[in-house]
């Protein structure tokens, strides 16, 4: 398998729109190996936040060595990339994007192999933004400023969030690029309620860190810095990440009370899953893929194999489908050309 497969010149320009879904996004790299076997190689990418960021990489020609990245990554790896900030949001982010820079050189967007574009938000004034010129780095840490969690980024004049607040799944930036035929890959079908369900089951929190995600970061924030421990703990208690949710129970439910993180995701789910479902009613792609990945938790990055894995099984449910598609679609094109 070639770093830039080629796109073939006999099916109509295909379009791959790639979702937010934060850990669930490996699942992109999964579904994209299961589309090159078929021979669907994509003319066009356009990527939302963890979308973004997969897509960025592939049409860089660096997706082999980000898959051999993640596959690697484990739950201390994990946390090692979180530097606190505690200003506009949990997370800086320089960290991360500094090890994400290391798998791609920082290319600027119109030096890339193919075109690709992502979507984030304007703070300021709640537009879309299409990033589609630049530091492709620059672009993917807009796109994933996921609020509270991520920092804004401020870019070109503009503090930029996360681009699943506004198009989940950039299937119209993909249209507006040239695409006569649009995948679009949606991690966030089955997930509205999953914080609260886990909540109310009493089990690992949504950051997803294991059975006891508070002890890796104490042992975390210890190693680096005794005094911030003092300063951040709170703030990690109201997150619902400190305390076990049995230790957080509402009295007059005799149910665990969410705490912060799971009210802001939970929100966060419900929004993005009514906006993309309005975005799909009014521009539709020609094929929707949808893997099955609610289990997973925001910030399971470390179980990347399992993602890839249901993205490719993803895929092969639609066999037959797309196979339909693209067959009917180049039958088309053929026509049309006589």
């Known amino acids: 398998m070639t770093e830039n497969p080629t796109p073939s010149p006999s099916r109509p320009k295909l379009g791959l729109a790639l979702g937010s879904g934060s850990a669930r996004g490996w699942a992109h790299i999964g579904v994209i190996r299961a589309l090159e076997e078929q021979g669907l190689i994509p003319d066009v990418i356009c990527g939302c936040s963890i979308g973004a960021l997969v897509g960025g990489a592939y049409a860089a020609g660096a997706l082999d060595r980000l898959t051999d990245w993640v596959r690697a990554l484990d739950r201390w790896q994990i946390v090692k ?186 929100a966060i789910n419900i929004m993005q899953d009514r906006i993309t479902r309005s975005r799909m009613a009014g521009d539709p792609p020609d094929l929707l893929i949808s893997p099955r990945l609610a289990h997973l938790g925001l910030m399971e990055f470390d179980r990347a194999e399992e993602a890839i894995e249901e993205g490719y099984r993803a895929v092969q449910r639609q066999l037959t489908t797309l196979n339909e598609l693209f067959a009917r679609s180049s039958s088309d094109k053929t026509r049309d050309r006589r």
């Open 81 to 266: 990339l979180m530097d606190v900030s505690l200003e506009g949001g949990l997370i800086e982010g320089d960290v991360l994007m500094s090890d994400f820079g290391q798998q791609l050189a920082d290319l600027s967007i119109e030096q890339l192999p193919r075109p690709f574009s992502c979507v984030a938000t304007d703070l300021r004034t709640g537009r879309e933004v299409w990033l589609r010129e630049g530091s492709l780095l620059d672009a993917v840490r807009a796109s994933i400023a996921l609020p509270g969690l991520f920092t804004p980024f401020h870019h070109q004049g503009r503090w930029l969030v996360d681009g699943g607040l506004v198009n989940p799944i950039p299937v119209s930036i993909c249209r507006a690029m040239g695409a006569e035929h649009i995948i679009a890959v949606n991690l966030n079908g089955d997930i509205v309620g999953k914080h609260l369900r886990d909540a109310e089951a009493q089990v690992t929190p949504g950051w997803g860190f294991g059975n006891r995600p508070q002890d890796l970061l104490r042992q975390w924030y210890e190693r680096i810095n005794g005094d911030l421990l003092s300063r951040v703990e709170p703030l990690l208690d109201r997150l619902g990440i400190v305390d076990e949710p049995s230790e957080r129970q509402d009295p007059r439910s005799k149910l665990p009370t969410p705490g912060l993180f799971e009210v802001t995701a939970s």
